[in-house]
């Protein structure tokens, strides 16, 4: 249907976990949208509330539903769309382009040290990002460091590290317990002694203890200022793709404390919607912030930058277009 198909083996084997993971929403918007399809050639009156309730009920928001109906029927009103096809066609171009604006590739300066934190809630997935992209980094031919920032738990210390092990990236880590701020401070210094190009720093994401939280955060960067006043130069906040359009009151919070300058959106295989990502394109919060990764399973390749076309593809496609190119 769209331009540039997902093109080597592994970018399909990509697309295809992306698919999956979004196979419950795209059912629930293609069982609407392919009943549309079926049939009738000529775009009948019902035809566009059956989309809206079909838009609607996959978590895509009010809205963007309104904005994307309100497009289309000004098209079909004007007679711009002559069948379904046209149809089918407009509304990938409409949802494309409202998510164009969150594909921005993820790029570090290598005159210094760059500090990367990772910022988010337990669970959504940062440590597991980090490892990825510690291994994506690499295969770029940069030297990456890890520093091991959630010292809450010791399991947290111990995946972090066995991260490292498995890509042979040094790990800077105290005991569990220990003084988050410190241990970062100790990691930037030694990435920088070492000119490391990247140093990704792992956080702590209680909830729980909200205040204390948010405190550490704005602590541990003060300390790393100290040692570089351009510090950190990314804040990236991972989201679990899975939650919907809840993810968003998460984004407040941590752009408060810790002012995030990027996403990943982690978890989009298995039971992800789409609704965190049309969110993130619509909120006036998130409006400024770039999707640099979305993450489809737990293994170190399953990280990918965010494409717009193919997201929005993995959504709408039908079971034989999917098959077309997966
Ligand atoms: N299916 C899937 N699981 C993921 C993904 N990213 C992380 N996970 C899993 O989610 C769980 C929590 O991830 P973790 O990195 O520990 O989250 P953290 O608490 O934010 O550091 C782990 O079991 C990960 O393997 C993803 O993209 N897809
Ligand atoms: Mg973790």
Redesign the pocket.
Known sequence: MSQDAPSSAEEKRFFGRLREGLAKTRNQLTSGVGNLLLGEKEISAGALEDLETALLTTDVGVETTRAIIDELTTQVTRKQLANMDALYAALHRLMTQRLARLEKPLKLASNTTQVVFFV?V????????IGKLAKRLMAEGRSVMLAAGDTFRAAAVE?LQAWGQRNNVPVIAQSQGSDAASVVFDAVQAAQARNVDVLLVDTA?RLQAKTQLMDELAKVRRVVQRLDPDAPHEVIL?LDGGVGQNALSQVELFHEAAGVTGLVV?????TAKAGVVFAIAQNALTESLPIYFV????AED?LRPFVADHFVRALLATDSESEAIS
């Open positions: 988010g337990n669970g959504v997935g940062k440590t597991t990002t995946q994401g991972v982690s978890k989009l295989d298995g993450g489809v399973g737990e399953d």
